[in-house]
């Protein structure tokens, strides 16, 4: 199921757009993403976000 509220990166306020009606900006899902034990990918996400 996916979420309907997103956050804004730049002005941190909530809202149900995929753009912000503050500034403009585009918005992401608040909640992190799920996690699995057999991620594939995992590693490689962890060292880009260490970066």
Known sequence: MRTLMFRCGECA?????????KCGSATQSPLPPRYSPEDRYGKYR????QK
Not at 13 to 18: A, E, F, H, I, N
């Open 46 to 49: 962890r060292m880009l976000a």
């Open 13 to 21: 306020r909530y809202t149900l757009g995929k753009e912000c009606p």
